[in-house]
């Protein structure tokens, strides 16, 4: 499912124009991305929980020339399913 097949469910699911669903997406995405670079944690009850972590430096290897690089450290986003949703999945 990809972006606008989502807007389309959730106006037929709220009975709401696409117009308005697609804005209350772009909103609550919007919404969850400022936290997450504030650091914050979005807690989804029963869906899951978006998160920041830290991943360290590390050594890579170039597939093209095989010579090694220095990969810097990052901040990357997490996502941990919620129970309800692990559930429905299996």
């Known amino acids: 499912m990809n972006k606008s097949e ?28 400022k936290a997450l670079s504030k650091g914050d944690k979005v807690t989804l009850v029963g869906f899951g929980t978006f998160s920041t972590a830290q991943r360290a430096a590390r050594q890579g290897r170039n597939p093209q020339t095989g010579k090694t690089i220095k990969i810097a450290a990052r901040k990357v986003a997490r996502f941990k399913p919620g129970t309800k949703l692990a559930e429905s999945v299996k």
């Open 6 to 33: 989502l807007v389309d469910n959730m106006a037929d699911a709220a009975g709401i124009s696409k117009a308005a669903a697609e804005k209350a997406l772009n909103g609550m995405l919007d919404g969850i991305t």
